[in-house]
């Protein structure tokens, strides 16, 4: 399986290491996690250009959830309605839903990523059998979409690839 991000990205505790492109590129990100329109049409860009040569008729785009429905929806529903259109996918955002709510992994140190994805429901008749990309937009660690990735592999789900937007730079 494939696992690809397509921008670096830079924790503000190293701001100082950054030129001002990084700089704007990180803002875009930022303002992509809130779900500011200018940065999801922006993210919609350059996820359907990198993907515009591949054939994902067949192929359900699954997003990672953020750690409430509301994030959730605020960050991936215009989205992946948007991508999936551009790029002739399968949205599968109507088919995992948040139950209540988690603290964010970078602000809790004691959280595990197998337990990270109890808070999400996962429609296992609509993934069973099907290829999925999976979708985050951010990868530290890796080990949020491996779980969920798993989860998905678990209930008969073949994951072909692994997409983010941007993965944090390490110094």
């Not at 992509?32 to 515009?52: E, I, M, P």
């Not at 192929?59 to 259109?85: D, E, G, N, W």
């Not at 551009?86 to 992994?105: E, L, M």
Request: proline share 1%; net charge positive.
């Amino acid at each position: 399986m494939l696992k690809f991000a397509l921008f670096d990205y830079f924790p503000q505790r190293y701001c100082r290491r950054e030129s001002f492109e990084q700089r704007e590129l990180d803002r875009r990100i930022l303002d992509f996690k809130d779900g500011r329109k200018y940065a999801t049409a922006w993210a919609v860009d350059a996820v359907a250009q990198t993907l515009s040569l591949m054939d994902l008729s067949s192929t359900v785009i699954a997003f990672i959830p953020a750690s409430c429905q509301r994030t959730t929806i605020c960050r991936y529903r215009r989205f992946s309605a948007a991508l999936c259109k551009r790029v002739g996918a399968i949205n599968g955002f109507d088919y995992i839903t948040v139950n209540g709510h988690r603290r964010k992994k970078h602000r809790d140190s004691s959280l595990r990523s197998g337990n990270m994805l109890c808070y999400a429901h996962i429609d296992e008749d609509f993934f069973r059998g099907k290829q999925v990309l999976v979708f985050d937009d951010i990868c530290t660690t890796g080990k949020s979409s491996q779980a969920f990735i798993c989860r998905l592999e678990d209930i008969g789900a073949s994951v072909r690839m692994a997409l983010f937007l941007a993965k944090t730079k390490r110094f």
